[in-house]
């Protein structure tokens, strides 16, 4: 069973970047297929990026809302996925979270990012 441990959240102000970690643990992983989502208060959790590929060539995807901004990337042998999130706003504040395009790993307890002057 693969568990999934999101870090790298915090208070940021508009136009400013944060790093998130996913590290993976647990069973044998793999970053192909995996996203990050991201829940904010009152809404519906939905998927912001994703990567699928193998070996050393990924291919990222990405919402409309965070294209050009966010840039997601992945590490196999760290077990490790980021997300890169560049001139954030305030809609960008929610909990974001990691997991496979499947959405079938337990879920994580995310990490809180919070866009605000």
């Known amino acids: 069973q693969v568990h999934l441990v999101e870090s790298g959240g915090g208070l940021v102000q508009p136009g400013g970047s944060l790093r998130l970690s996913c590290a993976a643990s647990g069973s044998i992983f793999s970053i192909n297929a995996m996203g990050w989502y991201r829940q904010a208060p009152g809404k519906q959790r939905e998927l912001v990026a994703s990567?699928?590929?193998?070996?050393?060539?990924?291919?990222?995807n990405y919402a409309e809302s965070v294209k050009g901004r966010f840039t997601m990337s992945g590490d196999n042998a760290k077990t490790t996925v980021f997300l890169q999130m560049n001139s954030l706003k305030p809609e960008d504040t929610a909990v974001y979270y990691c997991?496979?395009?499947?959405?079938?790993?337990?879920w994580g307890q995310g990490t809180q990012v919070t866009v605000s002057s």
């Open positions: 997991n496979n395009v499947q959405a079938s790993i337990s």
């Open positions: 990567i699928t590929g193998r070996g050393f060539t990924y291919t990222a």
